[in-house]
């Protein structure tokens, strides 16, 4: 297995070829200006979806499996996390497994109920770890919950905001786009700025995912009541909840739920975005949506945005109106060589291949399994690793679905630079990663680089760019002495201070207004729940359930 995701078919360029870009080439603003003028809101390609197999049939629970391995470490300070249980110990569905931790570890809880039989660590599909310390539960079929897991919070009482986020963290909340970022971290970093708008990410834009366009389908009150519920916490003043414009059915769904939410102060819109990938990146959906920049090195929050997918706003809506913790997400189970690719509702810890054995198996031989889409995938070696919340989608694609085509030298064509959203010179940063020009990488902003793959798709001559810039990320910060380090990441951290003072000095007047103050604001979060739980669950619009409601 390779680190690269599956398969990147042809594409259509978004912007015809321009002049081969050198280091005086106009600055990211400047370009960003320029498309603008021209109309053109994100830069990016068009890519084939390959959505339309799994959206084919009904999203189904996935059979409940035998064995569940549920890793013990999550969130940022994962490290101070101990269990909770021991081995032959019996747990139920929601039972934390467990304890302590900072306010950043995310708690990991029973998917179902079970005996413990082992705690060892084992591999896992994770963005940012290899392996982890698992519980490994013998499933015992009767799925028992568990008590305390089945109690509806009081957010009221949570009377700082530190509180929500240590409430949010122990119920197992993390972004279920696939970057599983602690939502309680997010939240406490919104927390420091005044709120101009919460975005909900309902884009997926890249390729084989479907599982956010079937969750908006079937869920749409679960996703709006989490959207409001998100707007009240941050003290936004409106939220939006941004859907691409190839998911019709979601966007009906949605736009359907929405009146019986009872937001009479209409502070929830539904928008759609054009499908460009990558629309849903942070920083492009919060310029497709608003027109503004996120400053190099800061974050959407330090200019007051938020920004969180569907599913885990929906989850977040589930916590608050049952007390139930995340347990379970679904997942896209696609690619040609699966033989009914399709989306399941999935217990976290499920193994992949009892996944891929719930969608028939496999047709042939497996060329490559991936973790997420083809763009930005996690390439696995095997399927004997859990589904963990960061899995949106597990891709088998077959030899005939990949193209490997042989490197050559850069011809200096430049459609890279044309495609790139970050507004990168990808060949210069080529060049410069080639030969350990850390200034130089630096000076061109390789930090900037979302990793999205768009140059490596366009590139005549072949170049794995994405991943030559993930390698050089890491290799540019262990290059660098512990104090060296130091220094640097305080001089970053002085750069983004000033970007964000001169971001906030050029939009001077339009921040957010005073929110009102935690406690009406928690208020409010009870009053949507109530409201929004008194409502009918599910709205049934996939195919092979009866079409559209
Ligand atoms: S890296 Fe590829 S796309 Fe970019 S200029 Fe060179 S050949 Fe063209
Ligand atoms: S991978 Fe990086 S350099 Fe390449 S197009 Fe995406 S953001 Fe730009």
Redesign the pocket.
Known sequence: MTESAPTQSTPTQSAPPES?PTQSAPTQSTLAERDRRRGRSVRGIELPSHKTASTQHALAPAPLPTTIILPLEAGLSARDLRPAVETGQRVLRGQPLVQGGGPLATWTHASTSGVVRLLQRRRIAHPRRREALCAVIEVDGRDEPYAEAAKRPDPTQWDTPDKVGVALSRAGLEGLGGAVFPTGLKLAAAGRHRMRLVIVNGVECEPYISCDDMLMRTSPRDVLAGALALVELTGAPRGVVAVEEDKPEALKALQRALPSLGDTQQRLTIETVPTMYPAGGERQLIQALTGDEVPSLAKPTDIGYLCQNVGTVAALYRYFASGEPVTSRITTVTGSAIATPRNLDVRLGTRIADLVAACGGYTGKVARLVMGGSMMGVALEDDDIPVGRAANCIVAASAEELREDAEV?????????NVCPAYLL??EL?AAAKHDEFDLLETFGLFDCIECGC?DV????H?P?AETFRVAKRRLVQAMAPTARVRWLDAREQLRRQRVESWDREHNGQAGAEPPPLRTRLEAVVEIVERASRLPAVTVTSKGEGGNA
């Open positions: 081969v030298a850069c011809i200096r064509c430049g459609n890279c630079s990808p060949q080529n140059c366009v590139c005549p001559s170049i760019l």
